[in-house]
T-cell receptor, first 111, second 114 residues
Framework: QKEVEQDPGPLSVPEGAIVSLNCTYSNSAFQYFMWYRQYSRKGPELLMYTYSSGNKEDGRFTAQVDKSSKYISLFIRDSQPSDSATYLC???????????FGGGTRVLVKP | DTAVSQTPKYLVTQMGNDKSIKCEQNLGHDTMYWYKQDSKKFLKIMFSYNNKELIINETVPNRFSPKSPDKAHLNLHINSLELGDSAVYFCACKPSRGRAETQYFGPGTRLLVL
């Protein structure tokens, strides 16, 4: 079993809908949580990061962390076709410098 | 100017061959990484170098040998290529004091072993 689980999708939504993505993890040593966006044939780029339980908002994006349930989420409001990409969650253990990634969820926003 | 560049972008080769892929960054960062992304998009760290010194070496077969000639370059040599080596290999870099999430990824090298 992988340390970080993520539904591969694809997740297809109409333009303007809310996209809801999530990851679960098994190791409580993970303390810092990130979401990356990866367009086709490109490298991952950091979208959001959070270091604590709760919500963090950045424009149309909201990251949510629930450490007690070992569950993190990313919500994309007012989705656009340009949001079509693979979204990878990643996490780091305290005092660590190694990213552990989920397998990514492919999202398709249809105009 | 591309911050992190990788060559080649695509590599198709036969099983058993030896090949190298190269990474160069112009961000002045001290720490560089190699990741492997398999066909299911699962991205896994392979190696990390800080100031030309190996600091992370995951359980990667010793057919894979990284080499850092200087801070700006991290190359990956693969001996006796196997079908399972087919993947996208990403280079990344970050400042040595930067958090893990400050890694900046290159565009990837798509390796296909036939």
């Amino acid at each position: 079993q992988k340390e970080v689980e993520q539904d591969p999708g694809p997740l297809s939504v109409p333009e303007g809908a809310i996209v809801s993505l999530n990851c679960t993890y098994s190791n409580s040593a993970f303390q810092y949580f990130m979401w990356y966006r990866q367009y086709s044939r490109k490298g991952p780029e950091l979208l959001m990061y959070t270091y604590s339980s709760g919500n963090k908002e950045d424009g149309r994006f909201t990251a949510q962390v629930d450490k007690s349930s070992k569950y993190i989420s990313l919500f994309i409001r007012d989705s656009q076709p340009s949001d079509s990409a693979t979204y990878l969650c990643a996490m780091v253990k305290a005092a660590g410098n190694k990213l552990t990634f989920g397998g990514g969820t492919r999202v398709l926003v249809k105009p | 100017d591309t911050a992190v560049s990788q060559t080649p972008k695509y590599l198709v080769t036969q099983m058993g061959n030896d090949k190298s892929i190269k990474c160069e960054q112009n961000l002045g960062h001290d720490t560089m990484y190699w990741y492997k992304q398999d066909s299911k998009k699962f991205l896994k760290i392979m190696f990390s170098y800080n100031n030309k010194e190996l600091i992370i070496n995951e359980t990667v077969p010793n057919r894979f040998s990284p080499k850092s000639p200087d801070k700006a370059h991290l190359n990956l040599h693969i001996n006796s290529l196997e079908l399972g080596d087919s993947a996208v290999y990403f280079c990344a870099c970050k400042p040595s004091r930067g958090r893990a999430e400050t890694q900046y990824f290159g565009p990837g090298t798509r390796l296909l072993v036939l």
